[in-house]
C-alpha cells in the first residue's frame, strides 16, 4: 500500500531553520507531484508549496516565497521542505501529499497523504 512518512520537524527558535523530509513508498514516485500542506489548531489545511513530477517546477505559497525551498530526489522517492527564517506563525503539522499528474495547490486533489509532522516555532 501506498505510505508517506514525514520526519524533521521540532522546536525552534524563530529565525531558525528545519528541513523536513517525506519518504514515499508503494507508489511509482515519478509518476506523482508532491506538495506540503500545513495545519494549525483550529485552522484549515492549507498548501506550502509543490513540485512537478519531474522537479523542474515548483510553486509556493505567498507566506513562505523566499524562505522555504521544496525539492525533490526522485531516486531515493523523497521529497524535501527546507525552512528558513522560521516565523511563530508557521507553526503547524506539516504533511507531505502525493498527486498523480500535475502539481496543484488544491488539498482536495491529491490522493495520498502522511501522517504528519510537527513544527513549533517559538518567539
Known amino acids: 500500500q501506498v505510505q508517506l512518512v514525514e520526519s524533521g520537524g521540532g522546536l525552534v527558535q524563530a529565525g531558525g531553520s528545519l528541513r523536513l523530509s517525506c519518504a514515499a513508498s508503494?507508489?511509482?514516485?515519478?509518476?506523482?507531484?508532491m506538495g506540503w500542506f500545513r495545519q494549525a489548531p483550529g485552522k484549515e489545511r492549507e498548501f506550502v508549496a509543490a513540485i512537478s513530477r519531474s522537479g523542474g517546477v515548483t510553486h509556493d505559497a505567498d507566506s513562505v516565497k523566499g524562505r522555504f525551498t521544496i525539492s525533490r530526489d526522485n531516486a531515493k522517492n523523497t521529497v524535501y521542505l527546507q525552512m528558513n527564517s522560521l516565523k511563530p506563525e508557521d507553526t503547524g503539522g506539516y504533511y507531505c501529499a502525493a498527486k498523480l499528474g500535475d502539481y496543484s495547490s488544491s488539498v482536495r486533489l491529491y490522493d495520498y497523504w502522511g501522517q504528519g509532522t510537527q513544527v513549533t516555532v517559538s518567539s
Open positions: 508503494g507508489l511509482t514516485f515519478i509518476n506523482y507531484a
